[in-house]
C-alpha cells in the first residue's frame, strides 16, 4: 500500500474516531475504555502539546486514513523527562499487517529525534500479542510487567511496558 504519512489535522478527526471507536469497542486492543466523539478528537488535536507528534497514515490510493500514531511528552511538571515521549499506534481494523505501522514509526521516530526526544516507551496490553510484536520489531524491548494495571469490563488486564531509544 502507497502511503503518505502527514501531520494531524482537525479535518482528521472524524477518520481518527472512526478508526479508534471499532478498536476501543472491540475491548481486546487498548486500554482505552469510552469512545471518543468527533468533537472530542478535534478538542484533542487542537490542544496537542507542542512537543508532541501525530501523524496520520493515508492511503494515496483512495486519500483514507487508515491509521495513526501520537507521541506526547512523559511528564511536563518537570524538565527532567524531557527527553522521554509516550506513543501509541492504533491501525484501521481492515488495514492491518500491511505496513501502515511500520511506515508510522519511521516518520515519528525521525521526528521525535528532531523534537528532542531520546527515548519513547509504551503501555501495551498483555494480551495484545500482535501489537507487542510489532512494537518489538521496531526496535522496542519489555522492560517489564504492571500486573492488573487496567480493569475493563470488571476484568483486570496487565500491561506491558516497553522502550525504545531513538
Excluded at 22 to 38: D, N, Q, R
Excluded at 51 to 76: D, L, S, W, Y
Excluded at 110 to 117: F, M, S, V
Excluded at 121 to 143: H, T
Amino acid at each position: 500500500m502507497d502511503l503518505l504519512i502527514r501531520e494531524a489535522q482537525l479535518e482528521d478527526a472524524e477518520a481518527i474516531v472512526s478508526i479508534l471507536n471499532p478498536i476501543i469497542k472491540a475491548g481486546v486492543y487498548t486500554a482505552l475504555s469510552t469512545p471518543f466523539s468527533v468533537e472530542a478528537e478535534r478538542e484533542f488535536i487542537l490542544n496537542f502539546p507542542p512537543r508532541g507528534i501525530f501523524h496520520v497514515a493515508v492511503c494515496e490510493h483512495t486519500q483514507k486514513v487508515v491509521g495513526f500514531q501520537n507521541t506526547e511528552p512523559f511528564a511536563t511538571y518537570t524538565r527532567a523527562f524531557d527527553h522521554v515521549g509516550v506513543i501509541g499506534t492504533y491501525v484501521d481494523l481492515c488495514y492491518r499487517r500491511q505496513g501502515i505501522g511500520r511506515s508510522l514509526f519511521q516518520a515519528t521516530f525521525e521526528a521525535a529525534l528532531g523534537k528532542g526526544y531520546e527515548k519513547l516507551s509504551a503501555f501495551v496490553r498483555a494480551d495484545n500479542i500482535a501489537s507487542l510484536a510489532a512494537y518489538l520489531s521496531q526496535g522496542f524491548r519489555i522492560i517489564g510487567t504492571a500486573q492488573r494495571q487496567a480493569k475493563i469490563n470488571g476484568k483486570y488486564v496487565d500491561e506491558i511496558l516497553i522502550e525504545r531509544f531513538l
